[in-house]
């Protein structure tokens, strides 16, 4: 009996107790006696613990099977992209298509090895730690902008850690996450992690995601946007917090301007620091070839090759970039002048 492997599906079933009587008995007696359905079993549980607990939440859309079709056509290229640094892609077990049933109300791009999959190992190239972090988090982004969009509601997502189980969250509302380890300086290091089936709404929460009508993504104070990540089809908009918004313009083309509240200035070695009142009106939007900053009702836009991150500091005066031969007479709260000489 034990040649006869029980598939997927009715391993789901039985570890969500939703199997008849006589398929319950008859699973649990096939798995005593086969030790890899049971070992997949117990891989599957955590996946039916959240799935169990989503089917008390109220009604969400379910994904058409066209929409699910893309979402896994999508997925399994970045999985076999980290088959080489994350894992052996042999030990991966994908969650087959068969199992987003719309009976189920719930889309799945991951599979129980997919965090062992993305979870960061650090390697080494040259002597020098190779940014995996980085591709990890581009990755899980990629998975969570694309369930977003595909889906209007579903977000997969994982807590990054070996040991935990890929989370299933419903994302009608706003979603608490776990930075990857070894987060950007900018970024405050979150303790809390995710469990699966996890349905979290609090807006007002640190790094928060929420993905509204317009299928944008919300990163709130604690996260940086790459001028990398690839957002031509799709547009994410950072919600800031009270305090400054810093634009690095060091690694933007030579000659480009950019366009601020404050107005115009040339790229260069230096930074523009944006003082930031209220944070309804406030967001900076990453689109396709550029970035977009808007305080107040004023919109400027920032050329694309520009890092804007978001950090925790005291409101400061608008300070635009200036070359370093010209004088700068801005002075700060204190009275005294940007460079420290008297006037």
Known sequence: ???????????????????????????????????????RLESLRPLADGLVRLSEVEEVPTPSAELRQQLFGRAEPLLDEFSHNHGSSADRRPVPAELVAPERRWAVAASAGLLQELSPKPSRVSGKPRRSLRRSWAVAASLVLLVGAASGGWLVWSNMVPSAAAAILETTGSVKITPPGQPSRCCRREKELLRVGDVLSTPEADGAIRLDDETRLSLR?????????????????????AGSLCVDTTQAKRGCCVKTPGGTVRCGKAKILIHVTSPQESTVAALDGEVKVQCGGRVGVVSTGVCAELKRSKPCCYRPARPKETRCDWVDRCGKPEDGRKN
């Open 1 to 39: 009996m034990a040649g006869n492997h029980l598939d997927d599906h009715q391993l789901l079933d039985l570890a969500m107790g939703q199997a008849s009587p006589d398929e319950a008995n008859s699973g649990r007696d096939h798995c005593y006696a086969c030790p890899q359905c049971q070992e």
């Open 221 to 241: 104070q604690g996260c940086r946007l790459e001028a990398q990540r690839p957002v031509a089809e799709r547009q994410a908009a950072f919600e800031l917090q």
